[in-house]
């Protein structure tokens, strides 16, 4: 039986250490680290992950915003509105929630915030910086799945990684951050995609194989090497007439088949999502500590 890598759980025991933290910082007189959600449109999905992070924040401590827009607004208004954030010392971390109303430019709106605020780490200068292994915002994705496999205590240095898909938010970052020269790294890396040849000969070399394609049930068991730990990105809304909402999430991994040959897996759901979260909340508190660290925060006057 494999060990289930379960990210809510997970997620739990890191957010409760986060908690933590933050009261710390309360007790010291300082302010809470403060998120800003910025929600265009009434997408019922975006809403969802949106109430998510709103929770975690409150769950945590932190203060965290919710700002609704009508999904008609203008680019520039969206751009004003960042600008100000940016401009914001009470802001600690900002996120647009993508996907954007098509007459808005997401590259433009991602590029528009301000790297230090940046927590879920897609700016170009976040990227480079996770390119180049200097200090910046990770991808929340990756992250959250590093923070996941380092829960529960699997070592990844040394181990032939296999990351099939390379988008710019899960599949790259997560091969750069798992090949860095970091604490929580070191591991060799291959990154696979859609003009990959022979892709089973590579899934089954590797020791970790993260799959973040979009594919529901894709890798089946003939895939993963025996002993394998499986990460499961991929969250598909498929048909399904016994739910109440009439569908139900599904993985790019054949979960039922290949937990028996795996050494641990995610579940999907409770795998990796709950975990993006995680991993949004920590850069969060991140760029908080290194605000209240360069003296950038005050603290709170006595009432
Ligand atoms: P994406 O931008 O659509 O990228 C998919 C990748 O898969 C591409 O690199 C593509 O290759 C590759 N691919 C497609 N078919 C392939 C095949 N037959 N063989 C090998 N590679 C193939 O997707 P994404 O944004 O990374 O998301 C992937 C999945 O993760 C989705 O289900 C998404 O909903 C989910 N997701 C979940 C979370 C979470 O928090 N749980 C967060 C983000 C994403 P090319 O580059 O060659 O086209």
Redesign the pocket.
């Known amino acids: 039986m494999a060990l289930i890598l379960n990210g809510a759980d997970a997620s739990v025991a890191i957010r409760t250490a986060m908690a933590g933290e933050v009261a710390n910082f309360d007790a010291q007189g300082y302010r809470a680290p403060h998120l800003v959600a910025i929600l265009v449109g009434t997408d019922g999905g975006s809403m969802t992950y949106v109430g998510a992070k709103k929770k975690a924040c409150d769950d945590i401590g932190f203060t965290g915003t919710v700002l609704h827009f009508e999904a008609d607004i203008t680019e520039e208004f969206l751009l004003n509105e960042i600008n100000r954030i940016n401009q914001d010392p009470s802001i600690d971390g900002l996120i647009v929630q993508l996907p954007l109303p098509k007459h808005i430019s997401e590259e433009k709106v991602t590029e528009a915030i301000l790297p230090e605020k940046d927590v879920d780490g897609f700016h170009d200068i976040n990227m480079g910086r996770l390119a180049k292994g200097s200090d910046g915002v990770k991808p929340a ?1 990756p992250y ?1 799945i590093t923070l996941l496999l380092k829960h529960y205590g699997i070592d990844i240095a040394g181990k032939h990684a296999v990351v ?8 790259r970052p997560m091969s750069m951050l798992l090949s860095a020269a970091a604490d929580y790294g070191n591991a060799t890396v291959t990154l ?5 040849q022979n ?1 089973k000969d590579y899934t089954l070399q590797a020791d970790i194989l993260v799959v ?4 529901p049930g ?1 890798v089946t068991a003939d895939m993963v090497k025996p002993g394998a730990v499986v990460v499961d ?4 809304r498929v048909d399904d007439a016994t739910k109440k909402a009439g569908w139900k999430l599904m993985g ?1 991994v054949d979960y039922a088949a290949v937990e028996p040959v795996a050494s641990a897996i995610t579940p999907v759901p409770k ?3 709950p ?2 979260i995680t991993g949004l909340m920590m850069n969060t508190l991140v760029v908080y500590k290194k605000s209240v660290e360069a003296g950038k925060i005050a603290k709170k006057s006595p009432a």
């Open positions: 994705t959250g099939l898909g390379r988008s710019n938010i899960v599949g696979c995609h859609s003009r990959t892709l973040a394609l979009g594919k894709f990105v991929g969250t598909t790019d795998g990796v999502g975990m993006t």
